[in-house]
């Protein structure tokens, strides 16, 4: 099979519409044969993965390649069918470099997700218990899945829209059903926002419809397509705004802290490490990509904010005594480095961008997975309340120690060679406004280091607590997801040369209509 094939298309169809089927599967299951129940999810996402994986290979071995100079996107697996064909909607999907490793990403995440949750009915008696709808958790997680996997291989706005509107209604259930703390509250906050980011998002996609004298929601199409001036001025910012309120950008991130402290341990995984990662990816691939001179004259806007929104998140993580609002608050700060390298407007900043968005998936996928695995031990997120877990629990304290050490960007690791770019993509930039914003984003390596370091030597090698003695280390179960996520992250950054070339033929097109 090569990567033209309709039966690559089909395949990458199976990617969203297994983890649908599988959810309507699971309604037929009994509640009570939960066991049943997680390993069915389990496989169907293992398949998935394995299914990605496989499509990547052959993505990789014969990537598609636009011709010189052009802004048309090369797109593998292509398909275009009639959906809603009176309004000229089509479901119409296919993958580039860039979209293919958010797939793996988010392929890996909802797999290490499913096993994460592997004893949740063993909460379900607990103060925050789910009183037994564990089944419908699996349901739910597998609709987001699917809204997830079927956003980021569409390449018709519509049907974007609808995909990415997928994704709302389970996170808004497995926060309010299944969460902690604040958890409607939360809920409530988190839906609201990305509702008013999904309203600004459906003004700027009905726009470019109308606008476009053609009629069509086909982005490739839309690529070629020159709009006016007046037109890119305000449908740009619409647009960016609304997938920067998706993606965390300051100072719209508010719904995020709360919604990360609240979910459960598998949907805080799948929100920071992979749903806020299509706001980022429709900025690249729908505001910048579409409306270039908007772009140009709007983004020293956003230029600042991504300066600032990195530089706040990182001092307010330091502030934190709760660990998950720790890391929803240095995600603040690493997905304003993501806004950072597309603002910076050069090449090497937009591939720093995107490495950072796969860095940032796994590195926040993997601490709150941690996390969630060590409430479930202590009972317990506030760091002055934790101290000489190292002992009782080496293996969660070498993986914390690892996915912090990635976080703050050491070298060897994901996060360092993302960093990298994106300050030397925004060092590159002809404008002065870019390279003081980077020159002050880069305080924010310093500032994570604080904060990382302090709270890894406060949970794992201060004083013991009294109720250290019936720790145990993470189960086999516990330890599989783990040890995938930090693969991942030492993969992208010992080995990223291949992927590095196969983004930045992908963002070729994408510079060819910034830059025309």
Not at 310 to 317: N, R, S
Request: net charge neutral.
């Amino acid at each position: 099979m090569d990567a033209s094939g309709s039966s690559g298309s089909l395949l990458l169809s199976l990617t969203w519409l297994a983890p649908l089927a599988s959810a309507f599967i699971l309604m037929a299951i009994p509640a009570d044969r939960l066991a049943v129940v997680r390993r069915f999810t389990l496989a169907v996402n293992a398949a998935v993965l394995a299914l990605i994986v496989y499509l990547g290979t052959i993505f990789a071995l014969h990537p598609p390649i636009a011709p010189s100079g052009s802004s048309v996107t090369a797109l593998a697996f292509a398909a275009k069918l009639p959906w809603f064909p009176s309004l000229n909607i089509h479901y119409q999907v296919g993958v580039d470099a860039i979209s293919m490793s958010l797939m793996f990403l988010a392929a890996v995440i909802v797999f290490t997700g499913a096993l994460a949750s592997w004893n949740i009915e063993a909460d379900q008696h607990g103060p925050h218990g789910s009183g037994g709808k564990a089944k419908e958790f699996f349901i739910l997680l597998q609709l987001l899945a699917a809204g997830v996997f079927g956003s980021f291989i569409s390449f018709d706005l519509f049907t974007f829209f609808v995909f990415n509107e997928l994704t709302l209604i389970p996170t808004y259930l497995l926060i309010g059903l299944f969460g902690s703390g604040r958890k409607s509250y939360a809920a409530m906050k988190l839906n609201l926002m990305l509702m008013g980011g999904s309203a600004l998002i459906l003004v700027g996609i009905f726009g470019l419809f109308f606008q476009s004298g053609i009629r069509s929601f086909d982005i490739l199409e839309l690529a070629q397509v020159h709009f006016g001036a007046g037109f890119q001025r305000w449908a740009f910012p619409s647009l960016f705004l609304g997938f920067g309120i998706l993606g965390n950008m300051f100072p719209f991130h508010i719904w995020s802290p709360d919604g990360h402290a609240s979910a459960p341990t598998a949907i805080s995984m799948l929100l920071a490490g992979v749903h806020m990662k299509l706001g980022s990816y429709g900025c690249l691939r729908i505001a910048m990509y579409l409306l270039p001179e908007g772009a140009r004259e709007w983004m020293d806007v956003f230029l600042v904010l991504a300066a600032a929104g990195t530089v706040w998140g990182a001092f307010v993580a330091t502030k934190q005594k709760d660990l998950k609002y720790l890391n929803a608050y240095a995600s603040v700060s690493h997905c304003g480095l993501v806004f950072l390298g597309l603002a910076v407007f050069t090449a090497i900043g937009l591939r720093g961008a995107v490495l950072q968005m796969l860095a940032h998936g796994f590195i926040t996928a993997a601490m709150f997975c941690l996390i969630g695995m060590i409430y479930s031990r202590t009972h317990t997120r506030q760091i002055p309340d934790m101290g000489g877990l190292m002992a009782k629990m080496p293996f969660l304290g070498v993986g914390f120690v690892l996915a912090g050490f990635a976080a703050l960007g050491l070298p060897g690791m994901a996060g360092f060679m993302a960093e990298l770019n994106i300050f030397l993509g925004g060092f590159s930039s002809d404008r002065t406004l870019a390279r003081l914003c980077t020159a002050a984003a880069l305080t924010s390596i310093i500032v994570a280091a604080v904060y990382v370091l302090r709270a890894t030597n406060s949970i794992l090698n201060g004083p013991e607590r009294s109720g250290n003695a019936t720790l145990t280390d993470a189960t086999w179960v516990e330890k599989a997801p783990v040890a995938l996520l930090l693969a991942c992250i030492l993969a992208l950054g010992l080995f990223p040369g291949p992927l590095v070339s196969l983004v930045d033929g992908a963002l070729q097109p994408i510079l060819n209509n910034l830059n025309r």
